[in-house]
C-alpha cells in the first residue's frame, strides 16, 4: 500500500487561511500627501489627479466617514464632500438641504441641532438604511489629515464657517474651496479667507462670460485649477485646456453625468466598456484632474496610462 505523502504547514499560516480578516494583503499604492499637493500646484504635473465624489459612496453612504476612508485606501488625491448647517451652528457632511434621501430622518438639515442629526442613521446608494452617521466636518477632516487633499463643494455659503474648522484641524492648505461666481464677487464678500486656502473657480465654457471671468481670476488670484463644466464638446473653449496650464492652473473635469462633460462620462467608461472615449477623451484634451464616481477603475485605468503612482 502506497502512503500519501503530506506537507506540514506552520501553524500560523492554519490560523492565517481560517481567517480572511488577518491574512496579509498587499497595500494599495497611493500618492503622499505632499505629492499631492506638490503635483496640484504644477500645472504640468505628470500624474493626473483623482477626485472621489461624494468618497465612493457605491460601497458606503455618501459622505461617511467609511466611504471617505474606503477611498482613501484606494489611493484616490483629492475628495469630494458636501456641507450643510444645522440649527446651532454645526457644519455637518450632507449634500442636500433635507434628509430624507440620505437618511432615516425627515425635514430640513437647517431645523435639527447636531445632537438630532447624530442621532439618525446614513442610508447607503441603494436607499437601505446602514449603522453608519452623520459626520462633522471636523471629524471628517481630523479622518483625511495629512492623507489627501479636500474639495469643499457647497461650501461657498459657509466660507467662514468653514474657514475655522479647517484653521482649528490644521487642514487648511490641503482643502480646496469653490466657487462659480465672478472674482470681484468673491473677493468682497470673502477676501479675507480667499488667500489663505487654495481657491478654484468653477466655469461653463458655454457662458458667454466665461472668458472674462477666467482672465480676472487669472489675473487677481491665479488660482491653482479652474473646474471646468461643458454640454458639449464642439466648444471653442475646449481647445484651451492647455492655454488654461500654461497660465498657471490645472483643468478640472467632471465625468461624473453626460451634461458635465459632453457624454464623456463615468458609465461610459465602465458600464458601456469605452474608456478611452470617456476618461481618454477628456485627458487628450488636456484635463489633468478627474472627478469620478468610479474612482477605483479610473485609478486603474490611468496606472495603466503610466499617469498615476
Known amino acids: 500500500m502506497r502512503l500519501k505523502q503530506f506537507t506540514i504547514v506552520p501553524a500560523f499560516l492554519l490560523l492565517l487561511s481560517c481567517n480572511p480578516s488577518k491574512q496579509i494583503s498587499t497595500p494599495v499604492s497611493r500618492n503622499s500627501l505632499e505629492t499631492i499637493l ?11 489627479l483623482v477626485v472621489a465624489h461624494r468618497g465612493d459612496w457605491r460601497n458606503a453612504p455618501e459622505n461617511s466617514l467609511q466611504a471617505i476612508q474606503n477611498a482613501i485606501d484606494m489611493g484616490v488625491d483629492i475628495m469630494e464632500i458636501d456641507i ?6 454645526h457644519l455637518v457632511l450632507m449634500h442636500d438641504q433635507t434628509l430624507e434621501r440620505t437618511t432615516n430622518g425627515k425635514g430640513k438639515v437647517a431645523d435639527h441641532t447636531l445632537a438630532q ?11 437601505v ?19 489627501v487633499m479636500v474639495n469643499l463643494d457647497k461650501g461657498y455659503d459657509y466660507f467662514k464657517e468653514a474657514h475655522a474648522v479647517l484653521e482649528a484641524t490644521g487642514t487648511l492648505r490641503q482643502t480646496i474651496l469653490k466657487s462659480g461666481h465672478p472674482y470681484a464677487k468673491i473677493a468682497q464678500e470673502n477676501g479675507d479667507v480667499l488667500r489663505q486656502v487654495p481657491f478654484m473657480p468653477v ?8 472668458r472674462q471671468i477666467m482672465a480676472d481670476y487669472q489675473r487677481e488670484l491665479n488660482p491653482p485649477a479652474f473646474e471646468i463644466v461643458f454640454k ?32 464623456h462620462h463615468d458609465d461610459l467608461a465602465v458600464e458601456g466598456k ?19 464616481d468610479r474612482p477605483k477603475e479610473l485609478l486603474e485605468y490611468l496606472r495603466k496610462r503610466g499617469l498615476h503612482q
Open 38 to 48: 506638490k503635483e496640484f500646484h504644477d500645472p504640468h504635473g505628470k500624474q493626473v
Open 84 to 89: 450643510q448647517k444645522t440649527k446651532d451652528g
Open 117 to 127: 442629526l447624530k442621532k439618525l442613521y446614513l442610508k447607503g446608494g441603494h436607499g
Open 129 to 147: 438604511v446602514t449603522e453608519h452617521r452623520v459626520p462633522t466636518l471636523e471629524e471628517a477632516m481630523l479622518l483625511m489629515k495629512g492623507k
Open 203 to 210: 466655469v461653463w465654457l458655454e457662458k458667454k462670460e466665461t
Open 232 to 263: 458639449t464638446d464642439t466648444s471653442a473653449v475646449l481647445k484651451e485646456f492647455n492655454a488654461i496650464k500654461k497660465a498657471g492652473a490645472r483643468v478640472w473635469v467632471n465625468t461624473l453625468w453626460p451634461s458635465l462633460n459632453a457624454r
Open 274 to 292: 469605452q474608456a478611452d472615449q470617456s476618461w481618454g477623451w477628456v485627458l487628450d484634451r488636456g484635463s489633468n484632474i478627474i472627478q469620478t
